[in-house]
């Protein structure tokens, strides 16, 4: 077939996307629309899919650039909540920043920030109950941060130390937290949006009121779970939120590689008859609003919603990855949609509810709360020769109850 | 007690649990309103409502993974799979997801879920629809994989995997599915009502998993079977005149080492019987293990007599499936060793 004579003269042509700009490039971002803040109006929660379909195609914004909230979607929420919302978005950054640089330090194998992207969790997990159930993807710590999960506990694991609530098994960023409503987190992507389904159907199957709330990268939406996940969701009506993180990185592929060349993922709801939320994901009141909307519509029995949070990966994928080879070095600090944190702080400043001495405080109080309970975790133990868990725990947990192959080869290893 | 198919009797089991336990419903392609295409849920929307039986997306990953969810929940669904031939697009769940759910959460969330599939040929149901997987599922950590032989086994073994609190691949051989199959496929197929196995109690009973049965008492050579091959190595067993243990494994993990280390010390001799292909299949998982633990007890080579490494041929079924003649062979293979 290589035979350049058989080409023909309207011979087809493969096309492969490719992002804007790349290392060495000026950052390009002329592709997207950004619509004005307030200017999407707010449906009543059970407004038909069909009914939704623009909102796809635009973006749900409340904040603007100078800290203004705007327009129907800015939520009901006290001054209190917001602070809380910003200073566990400073404890975040600062969890953050301190585990990756343990990585760095060789304290632990691995490490995944959620750097630029901290509105999503904290502002959701405030925007569901506390017993809602949620099913993360990996970048979602700040969903136990919110709810109160004791930091050292997270420490615990990320050092794989005699502490760590996983007896050294998952990878350090992967938590699980039944009783804070945190699902166990997957190496392997969008399994969590079927299981989260399946979870919310059982809650109705139940007469229960709680609802559960799914993550995915929007790198993740081309795998089959997903759609699985958006057609059971449709289907029984499942009281669920599927929300698709959309921060334009998956590793080094862009999001046009997963299909957001020519669409929106939030358009992906579409064709599945489920109304579609496109948020950006940096306005933590518009994060916040969208959520509660999508949580209302599920408690009320209308049945799931699919929310596309548009954002922007400002730090590396993890550990493992530099960003600097494969995108413009200075993209992140480009990012038109700005910082979530800084955000949420000029609204507050001017509401007259914080001021930038109030945010120095803050931030340093953050630094300084995850730098004393590091100083608690690593005294416990860190990643090192030596697993801090005996041999025998590794057989436990395979099964309920351990068979005689388990029983076995725990005592074959204990002889060597 | 009543003479049941195999279809009867899992179709009983599922009825007594969702009796018994709220918590218990089951959907599948074609499981609710149709009762599912071999009649395994037939009645059970009608007795218990379209919310407790129902019919699923043509979508295994998607049945696979919203029953995990509703498993980690604290319900205890069971899916049917059509055909264990469609089940590798929920392999992922059912291996990366419910089989580990316990052990990456340390404890703290389980996946109490039975996964029911139709599996192996004879049908002529041609490559998609005769296949025998049971391999994949016993290779990983924190599965157990079930197989019955006869109707009463089929309930009380499907009762205990619902009760499980692991997941459970409960793997249901269709040839057997209305009446015994000895392998001789020109002959005529008595129905099950002829058979004492198929006197089932209409209540709840159960067959503990990890227990095997032997069908079959003898001195000279033990056949380990499961599923439609305990019914052909019985029939080879008759057919030569061999005075031959076989065995039942019904559970292949976690398999009963004890009968079958009693067994070979007995015998000496061991000719193992499946229906998938040879290479990486469960009778190697057999073979070493006795190997390990009966060496030398061991009179003669371990023989297997099983599917071809091929996929399954439609017109040659015959040709594939092992028969008693095949098993004959080996049998007379290791008694002359």
Known sequence: MDDMSSRKSNALDLHIPAPRARPGDKPDFSGWSFPEPGATPKPDIDESAVEMRDFAYGLIRVLDMEGNALGPWTPHISADDLRRGLKNMLLLRAYDERMHRAQRQGKTSFYMQSLGEEAISIAQAMALAPDDMCFPSYRQQGILIARGYPLVDMMHQIYSNARDPMKGRQLPVMYSSKKDGFFTISGNLATQVPQAVGWAMASAYSNDGRIAAAWLGEGSTAEGDFHAAMTFANVYRAPVIINVVNNQWAISSFQGIAGGENTTFAARAVGYGIPPLRVDGNDFLAVYAATQWAAERARANLGPTMIELFSYRAGPHSTSDDPSRYRPADEARQWPLGDPIERLRDHLVSLGEWSEEQHRAAQEEAIETVRAVGREAEKVGVLGPGAAHTRESMFEDVYKDMPWHLREQRDEQGEA | ?337
């Open chain 2, 1 to 337: 007690m009543a003479s049941m198919t195999m279809i009867q009797a899992l179709n009983s089991a599922l009825d007594n649990m969702m009796e018994r336990d709220p918590n218990v419903l089951t959907f599948g392609e074609d499981v609710g309103y149709f009762g599912g295409v071999f009649k395994v849920t037939e009645h059970l929307q009608k007795k218990y409502g379209a919310k407790r039986c129902f019919d699923a997306p043509i979508n295994e990953n998607g049945i696979a993974g919203v029953a995990i969810g509703m498993a980690a929940y604290g319900l205890r669904p069971v899916i049917e799979i059509q055909f264990a031939d469609y089940m590798y697009p929920a392999y992922d769940q059912l291996v990366s997801e419910a089989a580990r759910l316990r052990y990456r959460s340390a404890g703290d969330f389980t996946a109490p879920l039975t996964v029911r599939m139709p599996y192996g040929g004879g049908i002529r149901g041609g490559q998609t629809h005769s296949q025998s997987p049971e391999a994949l599922f016993t290779h990983v950590a924190g599965l157990k994989t079930v197989i019955p032989s006869t109707p009463y086994d089929a309930k009380g073994l499907l009762i205990s995997c619902i009760e499980e609190d692991d997941p459970v691949i409960f793997m249901e051989p269709k040839r057997i599915y209305n009446g015994p199959f000895d392998g001789f496929h020109d002959r005529q197929v008595s129905p099950w009502s002829k058979h004492a196995a198929s006197e089932v109690p209409e209540g709840y009973y159960k067959i503990p998993l990890g227990k095997a049965n032997i069908v079959r008492e003898g001195e000279a050579v033990t056949v380990l079977a499961y599923g439609t091959m305990v019914h052909v190595a019985l029939a080879a067993a008759e057919e030569a005149g061999i005075d031959a243990e076989v065995i039942d494994l019904r559970t292949l993990v976690p398999v009963d080492n004890e009968t079958i280390e009693a067994s070979i010390s007995k015998t000496g001799r061991c000719v193992i019987v499946h229906e998938a292909t040879r290479t990486s299949g469960y009778g190697a998982e057999l073979s070493a293990m006795i190997q390990e633990r009966c060496f030398y007890k061991l009179e003669a080579p371990i023989q297997r007599v099983t599917g071809y490494d091929t996929p399954y041929p439609h017109s040659l079924e015959w040709e594939y499936f092992p028969t008693p003649p095949r098993i004959i062979k080996a049998m007379r293979r290791v008694m002359e060793a």
